[in-house]
């Protein structure tokens, strides 16, 4: 049983640490979003974007996107907040 644990835990983690290597490309109408998945959890907590419990993939709209991504890089005067700094053609 220990054998078990053991190995869904060692799964799991890297399955967590594969996660955190990728890059994410969001297609947009006025040029795709480039997002350093690496980068960013290094640098704030997993909750800030996922919400509570276990991270997973988001589904980012327009609005949704823009409120999360854009507002965060606001708030902490970091990060690109202007159209052609995310969007690239």
Do not use: Q, R, W
Request: proline residues 3%.
């Amino acid at each position: 049983m220990k054998k078990v644990v053991a190995a869904v835990a060692l799964t799991l983690a890297l399955a967590v640490s594969a996660m955190a290597a990728d890059t994410v490309v969001y297609p947009a109408k006025n040029g795709n979003v480039t997002f350093n998945h690496k980068g960013h959890a290094a640098a704030v907590e997993c909750k800030l974007c996922h919400g509570e419990g276990a991270p997973g993939k988001i589904a980012l709209g327009k609005d949704k996107a823009h409120a999360l991504c854009k507002g965060c890089h606001a708030d902490k005067k970091a990060g690109p907040t202007k159209c052609g700094e995310c969007h690239k053609k």
